[in-house]
């Protein structure tokens, strides 16, 4: 049972080492699992598994990581009364629109109207 934790061990610390970042490319992803099987005495197929595994953990991690502080950078901007330029550049359209909508009105009630007379 001790010779599986040391393997579990022996894993974990090749993983770390190898992995480095997230992003990783498949030619490299396939070195570290032929380089793990080999140090750690596992097969390939399970050394691949484990790192496809802890990539996919990772990249999840960091998706999440990454939306926690975009809503945490939101809330704070929201707090100074600050916008995002994407809410500036919707209410720039919206008064543009509206904008042109009066011109139209306008523009037909002067041909509606008949010009006053003057007696």
Known sequence: ???????RDLLEQVLLA??????LTAERIEQLADSLAERGGIRRD???AAIDELV????GDATRATERAG????G????LGLVLRSEYEELELRVAQLEHR???VEREETVVLPPSSQS
């Open 1 to 7: 049972m001790a010779a599986r934790g040391n393997d």
């Open 18 to 23: 190898g992995l480095g970042a997230v992003s």
């Open 46 to 48: 399970d050394a691949r």
């Open 56 to 59: 996919t953990r990772w990249r």
């Open 71 to 74: 809503a945490g950078i939101h």
């Open 76 to 79: 704070l901007l929201r707090e």
């Open 102 to 104: 009066v011109r139209l």
